[in-house]
């Protein structure tokens, strides 16, 4: 038997969605990488990484030990420079 989504559960779901994510927000790099899928731009965990040492312009971070920590307002508007110079 499959059990339909509730309006409560549906109503829970959007409110966790990356789009909703206060921009103070601090993320990971899977985190991040979620973000950028959410608004449509699909850049995996792993380019991420590999921008952080080759490229100097992808979304700023910072680094705590070994962890990159994105703040999400850097990631969106990183995003809309991107999307900008398009």
């Given at each position: 038997m499959t059990t339909l989504p509730t309006s409560a559960s549906?109503?829970?779901?959007?409110?966790?969605?990356?789009?909703?994510?206060?921009?103070?927000?601090?993320?990971?790099?899977a985190e991040a990488s979620m973000l950028l899928k959410a608004s449509g731009i699909r850049i995996e965990p792993s380019t991420l990484a590999a921008w952080a040492h080759r490229r100097p312009d992808g979304p700023p971070f910072k680094r705590i030990g070994r962890q990159a920590i994105y703040r999400v307002s850097a990631v969106r508007a990183w995003l809309a420079q991107e999307l900008e110079l398009a």
């Open positions: 549906r109503q829970h779901a959007a409110a966790d969605s990356p789009l909703n994510w206060d921009d103070d927000k601090l993320v990971n790099r």
